[in-house]
């Protein structure tokens, strides 16, 4: 359980806005949705899944109420959208923030 502004809060948020600016470039027609679904569709569901209580309480802790996220948070509902219309199945289980650490330093 990550705490606000401790190192490990610090890295996250590091990673979530990088995710957050690729998020926009999907979202824009810059890159595409599909080749994004294919490459890794159900990695990008299972980070979200893991982030997403830290996206809560980022949420919830802002006093200025901006949108925190929200283009991740599309990308997200589209990249279900294609895997359901597909019939793709893929892991609903989160990977941890750990890994997701781990990806983020590679």
Do not use: M
């Not at 890295?11 to 979202?27: C, D, K, M, P």
């Not at 890794?40 to 802002?62: F, Q, W």
């Not at 948070?73 to 990977?95: H, Y």
Request: proline letters at 2%; hydrophobic letters at 30%; glycine letters at 8%.
């Amino acid at each position: 359980d990550s705490k606000p502004h401790s190192e490990e809060w610090e890295e996250i948020t590091s990673y979530l806005a990088q995710l957050e600016r690729f998020s926009v470039g999907v979202n824009t027609g810059i890159f595409s949705k599909n080749i994004t679904n294919r490459l890794g569709g159900a990695y990008l569901i299972r980070i979200y899944d893991t982030l997403e209580p830290i996206v809560s309480k980022k949420r919830e802790n802002d006093k200025s109420k901006g949108d925190h996220y929200e283009e991740f948070n599309e990308l997200i509902f589209k990249l279900r959208s294609l895997r359901a219309k597909k019939g793709g199945a893929f892991r609903t289980e989160t990977i941890g923030i750990r890994k997701c650490k781990e990806g983020y330093r590679k």
